[in-house]
Nanobody, 124 residues
Framework: QVQLVESGGGLVQAGGSLRLSCAAS????????MGWFRQTPGKEREFVAA????????LYADSVKGRFTISRDNAKNTVYLQMNSLKPEDTAVYYC?????????????????WGQGTQVTVSS
């Protein structure tokens, strides 16, 4: 089992920055791909970014490429999402997810473990 706890959400003005953290415990480690997803009411969960365990290969959604950066600290079992140049359309609940394996994936159905989510609100 893997437990995930997100933090760092909040309210920020458009153009601002936030850094989300996801602390993993249990069996989490370098054998797990870590991902960030987001969801707004009435919409499906949307892929944001993912990172592999050892080589730290990263994958980004086109909508956040160049603005968001995913990283991980394997010693701390923590993954981060640095969000810059935030836009109102980035407003959502952001979820951290984990999946055993080596290949980064964008499909939420392929992730086995999920955090409780953290709200990010970007005001215009």
């Amino acid at each position: 089992q893997v437990q995930l706890v997100e933090s760092g959400g909040g309210l920020v003005q458009a153009g601002g920055s936030l850094r989300l953290s996801c602390a993993a415990s249990g069996r989490a480690g370098v054998s797990y791909v870590m991902g960030w997803f987001r969801q707004t009411p009435g919409k499906e969960r949307e892929f944001v970014a993912a990172i592999s365990g050892t080589l730290s290969n990263a994958l980004y959604a086109d909508s956040v490429k160049g603005r968001f950066t995913i990283s991980r600290d394997n010693a701390k079992n923590t993954v981060y999402l640095q969000m810059n140049s935030l836009k109102p359309e980035d407003t959502a609940v952001y979820y951290c997810a984990a999946e055993w394996g080596w290949t980064v994936k964008a499909n939420p159905d392929e992730y086995d473990y999920w955090g409780q989510g953290t709200q990010v609100t970007v005001s215009s």
